[in-house]
């Protein structure tokens, strides 16, 4: 039992893909915090379907992937980041209209010209096959960026998140907070897309949070729970998927789900009533008069 | 219009119009707040009094004017209770350590700064809560949490939105002796609201707003029928009662439709 089970370390592939759906998760947990409560998990969606665009083109023109998609995605999440702040359409039509603009390009320049290099499947469900070092050197490099971000920036993200019109007048950039989340937003699903697959990782960014909000009420204990939450996930699942031979993204995302479940049982009426909060958009400023 | 440093002037609006797309809210607006003042914006629904609170923290640009500020100036802004979020998984302690954030980066707080946090939350009764979430408190509870963020940031002017909006009589009254107390002890506070005889009257100084400042002084000076109407739009009646003026709506009968009259 134990040698099956420690059979897939042999595999250099499995442990690299073990290694980044870990800190995937982690990633993934941590950034959905500000995700989910900003109410920008739409945005954590259409962004992983912008970048597929960029997948899609830099895979044709034969360029860097992490590079041309990275792009791509910085470009998109800026693009999105402007239209939003600036109110001129609905956010949500902004972003419907520049993400599925972008997905639908990917799929053409696929259907136009064939699959080069990165398999098409990979990027939409994630795979654990292909997993590089490339793969492994780029989720650290995101991590490290992120953590550095959250950590040097903790109080005035959390500010910015609770309460931009104040944290504003306080004297944050709330500007650049935002533009700075949206960034790291971008690298994050860049380089989680390997493991995770485009379609999957809006899950990833939303189900650590949601559970971790059922089980506290501090912001503190939420970021390091969902970060937590999300490392077991991405471990957890990576390991499944070898074993059930299902594609690694849906195996990680069936695993946070089924983690969702029993937490949202255990936790009764209070994790209900916590987390109910989350699917709220953010908070609406005051009608001004 | 300049700050006049004879009268410490924390802050001027000269000619300030400014408003949301194309729509002006506030026009041709001057006012001067100074240190140590205790001032209420009043008016109706829609009349500017949020837009004058943006434009004086400087979260909305006017569009013609200026606005000149005491230089280091700092202020703190409290937002109406409506409009936060109350799910936000926040506790008291990290609700009003928020407002640190300048200086020191790392997220926890320093002994220094848990000290400053504990003495602001004593002194304004909420000692014990530091550790509760933010939805698990009473309303007076939760507005003083929200000053007391204001507080840590130790700025010489407090802006409140709307600091007593649907709040019932006791709570009033406590927020309104807790501001009296801060103001005493050198805080300058400008609010908005819509309560005239429960807060305005009060206050030392009124401004009545209406897209522009119809009327600007003290209570006696501003709460007249003249003033009122240009600002309200609509007939009311100023009394005296224990030496402070009292407002009361002159609704007469007679307005009511002859068709809804067999009904009240």
Known sequence: MIDELLRPFEFEFFRNGLIVATMAGALCGAIGVYVVLKGMSYIGHGLSHAIFGGFAASSLLGINFLLGAGVWGVASALMINGVTRRRVIGSDAAIGVITTASFALGLALFALFGTAGRSFDAALFGSILGVGTDDVIAIFVVCLLAGALIFLRYRALLFTTFDPEVADVAGVNTARMDALLMVILAGSILATMQVLGVTLIAAALVIPAAIARMLTNSFARMLQLATAIGSVCGFVGMNLSYHLDIQSGPTIVLTAATMFAAVFVVTGATGRRRAAGITAPAPLVARPD | ?264
Request: proline share 5%; hydrophobic share 40%; with cysteine.
């Open chain 2, 1 to 264: 219009m300049s700050l006049d440093r004879e009268r410490e002037d924390l802050l001027a609006l000269a000619g300030v119009t400014c408003g949301y797309s194309s729509e002006a809210v506030l026009v041709d607006v001057d006012l001067q707040i100074r240190r140590r003042e205790f001032v209420g914006i009043v008016g109706p629904s829609g009349a500017g009094k949020t837009t004058a609170l943006r434009v004086i923290a400087g979260s909305l640009r006017p569009a013609a004017g200026t606005v000149t500020r005491r230089p280091g100036l700092r202020m703190a802004y409290v937002p109406q209770v409506e409009t936060i979020n109350w799910s936000f998984p926040v506790t008291v302690r990290e609700c009003v350590l928020m407002s640190r954030v300048s200086g020191r980066r790392v997220p926890w707080a320093s002994r220094a700064e848990r000290a400053q946090i504990a003495d602001v939350l004593a002194s304004l009764d909420i000692g014990e809560l530091a550790d509760r979430h933010i939805r698990e408190l009473s309303g007076g509870q939760q507005q003083r949490v929200f000053i007391a963020r204001a507080l840590l940031g130790e700025p010489d002017l407090l802006l409140m939105d709307e600091p007593t909006s649907g709040v019932d009589v006791r709570l009033r009254h406590e927020v309104l002796h807790l501001l009296d107390d801060l103001n005493a002890r050198g805080l300058a506070i400008v609010l908005t609201t819509h309560d005239l005889n429960g807060i305005a009257a009060h206050l030392p100084r009124i401004i009545c707003l209406n897209r522009s400042v119809i009327g600007d002084g003290a209570p006696h000076d501003v709460l007249t029928t003249d003033v009122l109407e240009r600002t309200y739009g609509a007939s009311l009646q100023v009394l005296e009662h224990g030496g402070m003026p009292v407002v009361v709506d002159s609704y007469r009968r007679e307005h009511v439709p002859r068709a809804l009259e067999n009904h009240l």
